[in-house]
């Protein structure tokens, strides 16, 4: 079956970095959409991050310059490199692989949380 599993949230202080990995099975990994969303308390899912197989990536606005997606296609890999965190970045964040707009898969989730 297909797996999305994250890793590498934590709680960190304002202004530190995390580095958050997705790894993913029962996909051909390669041809798939990756992104990064992440839902805060109270408010909807919002895409943060996406990145397709040929490795274009696309951010949200409210990102731009602090967070970097990249993907490893021979691990089956999706990473979100954040820096620079801020409050407002404490979120449950989510990976995402996505097919054609037809097929979507989630992983479980991984806390981030921006606190002194």
């Known amino acids: 079956q297909v797996q999305l599993v994250e890793s590498g949230g934590g709680l960190v202080q304002p202004g530190g970095s995390l580095g958050l990995s997705c790894v993913a099975s029962?996909?051909?990994?390669?041809?798939?959409?990756m992104g990064w969303y992440r839902r805060s308390p109270g408010k909807q899912r919002e895409l943060v991050a996406g990145?397709?197989?040929?490795?274009?990536?696309n951010y949200a606005d409210s990102v731009k310059g602090r967070f970097t997606i990249s993907r490893d296609n021979a691990k089956n890999t999706v990473y979100l490199q954040i820096n620079s965190l801020q409050p407002e970045d404490t979120a449950v964040y989510y990976c995402?692989?996505?097919?054609?707009?037809?097929?979507?898969?989630w992983g479980q989730g991984t806390q981030v949380t921006v606190s002194l």
């Open positions: 995402n692989a996505a097919l054609k707009e037809t097929v979507n898969y």
């Open positions: 029962g996909i051909t990994f390669s041809i798939y959409v």
């Open positions: 990145i397709s197989p040929g490795g274009n990536t």
